[in-house]
């Protein structure tokens, strides 16, 4: 299956439940719609959590009328014809996995994030194996072109592991504590917002819920304005709302309080107290996103170039734009690939649920921004990029006590083997990758990310053979 062959297929549905087991998957269906269907925070985060199990339940019934229903059907296919291409020892290992994606707090998103790297790799001219559920190794795909070959890990996060307010500890704070805040609002009419600041964040080393909740609830009681402490400084102050803001107080609250900000509105007769909690530092998903490629590392073996694809889950549609457009995520996974535990990398990809499931209705496309592995240089020097939305780089670089120079090595061998050929003229190949090479390893040009992405949309666009290049 390519990303675009996304057609309608509800027949596969008792397939794939059939891999489960129809018992398990028919428990765990009524554990999440009793869960999703309490009228809470916890139960609107857990319907966004299990969106995937959810939506394929109900494709059981309906027929699928969205491109994100029909990617989820398709992966849905291809999770069948994989397992009955396993013989049974191998079948194991994948009913395993799904097994793990339809237990406790766990997803079916890492299998098919697994599934979507591979279909992804096929649609580039790869040969690809799961060699993780075939084999056992630890990295989960082997791919091969021309020759070559290359290790794939496939990686999947949360990005609660870069905040420092979880929102299943707030979910649970606004949930305990609404009642009390519901029959305060009663007595006191009136439009409050409850601004907390939290310095060291809300987790459990780092503070006490249920005594925050009780040091609201008296706050409040008492009629006092603030209240500080260590760890945690709580503020009540009229909300003023005027005009347009009244008339969409969601949007005009959390443009006011930034996306960092974790909002709740309690309303009551009219009334309206809104909590609004931040960290006491800026979250940092690079970071935690870096330190999962790292461990990720780990599973590659070192005998052929490694990629690790990396999943982010649980991001918010402006949180991920804003790593995106702020280069922030691009940044820190360029100075990771220059650490001793990327010296096995060639390449490093990042996606999200809004890649996967082409959340705005349209089949995500990336043409030429495909990932540029490079011949493994000499140990000690840095080379490559990686894929993604943003070229991330790409290293082999082995332990040095010195910073080494971003080096991107032979750019057009791995260009080539990962875009079908093009039909360019030989001089403008040569102008066109001497450029991209320029701006790439030259340490006196000035990167210009906008000029490598024509480049490379200029290489993409001409190619006479093979399918568009999907988004990653």
């Known amino acids: 299956m390519t990303l675009a062959e996304t057609q309608s297929d509800p027949g596969v549905l008792p397939r794939f439940v059939g891999l489960a087991g129809k018992h398990p998957w028919e428990a765990r269906l009524a554990e999440l719609a009793r869960r999703a269907g309490h009228r809470s925070l916890s139960g609107r985060e857990c319907g966004r959590r299990h969106l995937l199990e959810l939506t394929l339940a109900r494709l059981a019934e309906v027929p699928a009328s969205t491109q994100a229903e029909r990617v989820a059907l398709a992966f849905a296919r291809d999770a069948v014809a994989l397992a009955e291409s396993l013989p049974e020892p191998p079948r194991g290992r994948f ?56 290790e794939v ?22 949930d305990g504590i609404n009642p009390d805040l519901q029959t305060w609002l009663a007595a006191h009419p009136g439009r409050y917002v409850l601004k907390m600041t939290l310095p060291d964040g809300m987790k459990a080393e780092a503070l006490d819920v249920p005594a925050l909740h009780r040091r609201i609830v008296a706050m409040l009681q008492a009629q006092k304005r603030q209240d500080a402490a260590a760890d945690a400084i709580l503020k009540l102050d009229p909300l003023v709302l005027a005009g347009a803001q009244a008339a969409a107080p969601a949007a005009a609250l959390r443009a006011q309080f930034g996306p960092e900000a974790h909002l709740a509105v309690t309303q009551a007769n009219g009334s309206m107290l809104v909590l609004a909690a931040r960290a006491g530092q800026a979250n940092d998903i690079a970071a935690a996103a870096c330190r999962r490629a790292g461990q990720a590392c780990g599973r590659l073996s070192g005998e052929r170039p490694g990629m690790v694809a990396l999943f982010l889950d649980e991001l918010e549609r402006t949180e991920w734009r804003t790593l995106r457009h702020t280069l922030e995520l691009e940044g820190a996974v360029r100075r990771f690939l220059t650490t001793a ?48 939305h943003r070229i991330l780089g790409l290293s082999d670089a082995g332990p040095s006590s010195a910073p080494q120079p971003q080096r991107f090595g032979n750019v057009r061998s791995w260009t080539m083997l990962l875009i079908p050929g093009t039909d360019m003229s030989e001089a403008e190949t040569e102008k066109t990758y001497a450029e991209l090479d320029r701006l790439l390893n030259d340490p006196e040009v000035r990167m210009d990310a906008s000029r490598v992405w024509t480049l490379l949309d200029r290489i993409a666009s001409s190619e006479t053979e093979g399918p568009p290049l999907p988004a990653n």
């Open 153 to 174: 890990a496939c990686e999947t996060m949360s990005a609660e592991e870069g905040r420092s307010v979880h929102r299943g500890d707030w979910c649970a704070l606004v």
């Open 95 to 150: 009913r395993d996995r799904l097994a793990a994606g339809l237990t406790g707090e766990g997803t079916l998103i890492p299998l098919f994030h697994l599934l979507r790297v591979a279909a992804m790799q096929r649609a580039r001219g790869f040969e690809v194996r799961f060699t993780g559920l075939a084999d056992g190794t630890d990295h989960d795909l082997l791919i091969s072109r021309d020759g070559m070959e290359a």
């Open 341 to 388: 535990p990327a010296k096995r990398l060639v390449a490093v990809t990042c996606a999200s649920r809004m890649e996967m499931f082409a959340e705005d209705g349209r089949r995500t496309r990336c043409r030429g921004r495909a990932a540029l592995p490079q011949p493994r240089p000499p140990r000690g020097q840095v080379g490559g990029a990686a894929a993604g």
